[in-house]
């Protein structure tokens, strides 16, 4: 795979999507345990407390950790009463093309953001959505498991050797989409739960991200911690962007909540109040 790819600059916001179609952002890794749903769902919500109109598509049929979340939040709204962000959302439940561009396109009408949540496994639709994406995000753990989903490391001096083959497969999806439309995938590397890991092992990890990033072209940001509250909200699909509605703010809310701030600072979204009226997006792949 050649060096040296199209990187975005950094700038406070990406740029608007073109009229008629959501800012699709897609989370994908091929592993699973990285805390992708838990985060897709979160963003959701986050967009959605902003007055943005979020849909949400589930492309994992068989775990439907996305869809189930959602489903809970439904019911807790029915059940309590109380109005919460609620997205649009659907999973999708057969294996053909028809039926995947259908619910795309019903999720993408009037949505500014369409949020996808893939399987942790090589998947047809995953890697359909991730050409699509105007944001894609790859949640890992910091550890050099989880990093070699992306590259490979020498054993004794951790010094990066070559990308994976999942860095290749975001690298050719990235061409596609340039093909396509002339459009550049902002792919984003997530390092979710960073204070469990012991500090040297941290710093070679860290060192070995900003070295492949260089060569591959993806940011880094901080994402969500190993909290037990994420877990506990699950029954009820609740967030953190609702914590105030239903009981006391403990110290572990408070810096729950300052995490899914700088993540969500971090994506550099565009402002969902700049964002144009959508309508379906035409299939591309």
Do not use: C
């Given at each position: 795979m050649p060096s040296g790819p199209d990187q975005k600059?950094?700038?406070?916001?990406?740029?608007?999507?073109?009229?008629?179609?959501?800012?699709?952002?897609?989370?994908?890794?091929?592993?699973?345990?990285?805390?992708?749903?838990?985060?897709?769902?979160?963003?959701?919500?986050?967009l959605a407390a902003k007055g943005a109109r979020v849909s949400v598509f589930d492309l994992d049929q068989r775990q439907r950790t996305v869809?189930?979340?959602?489903?809970?939040r439904a019911e807790t709204v029915?059940?309590?009463?109380?109005?919460?962000?609620?997205?649009?959302?659907?999973?999708?439940?057969?294996?053909?093309?028809?039926?995947?561009?259908?619910?795309?396109?019903?999720?993408?009408?009037?949505?500014?953001f369409l949020i996808v949540d893939t399987p942790g496994r090589d998947d047809p639709f995953a890697r359909t959505?991730?050409?699509?994406?105007?944001?894609?995000?790859?949640?890992?753990?910091d550890s050099f498991v989880d990093f070699d989903l992306?590259?490979?490391?020498?054993?004794?001096?951790?010094?990066?050797?070559?990308?994976?083959?999942?860095?290749?497969?975001?690298w050719d999806a990235r061409k596609t989409r340039a093909r396509a439309d002339g459009?550049?995938?902002?792919?984003?590397?997530?390092?979710?739960?960073?204070?469990?890991?012991?500090?040297?092992?941290?710093?070679?990890?860290?060192?070995?991200?900003g070295q492949l990033a260089k060569r591959v072209g993806f940011r880094i940001i901080p994402g969500l911690g190993e909290r037990v509250i994420y877990r506990e909200m699950f029954p009820a699909g609740l967030t953190m962007i609702d914590s105030r509605e239903f009981?006391?703010?403990?110290?572990?809310?408070?810096?729950?909540?300052?995490?899914?701030r700088e993540m969500m600072s971090g994506l550099q979204l565009p402002d969902p109040a700049a964002l144009p009226v959508s309508a379906p997006l035409a299939a591309t792949a």
């Open positions: 600059p950094v700038t406070d916001q990406q740029p608007l999507p073109d009229a008629g179609k959501p800012h699709v952002i897609v989370f994908a890794n091929e592993k699973g345990g990285t805390g992708k749903s838990t985060t897709a769902v979160h963003v959701a919500i986050a869809g189930r979340y959602l489903d809970n029915r059940r309590s009463g109380t109005a919460l962000p609620m997205p649009r959302h659907a999973t999708h439940a057969a294996q053909s093309d028809d039926a995947f561009e259908e619910t795309w396109n019903d999720l993408s009408a009037d949505a500014d959505a991730a050409m699509l994406a105007n944001t894609l995000v790859t949640p890992m753990n992306i590259g490979q490391v020498d054993p004794e001096t951790y010094k990066v050797t070559r990308p994976s083959f999942y860095s290749e497969l975001i459009a550049t995938i902002d792919w984003v590397v997530l390092r979710n739960r960073l204070q469990h890991i012991e500090a040297r092992n941290m710093r070679r990890v860290s060192d070995a991200l009981g006391a703010m403990g110290l572990g809310h408070v810096a729950a909540r300052q995490e899914l």
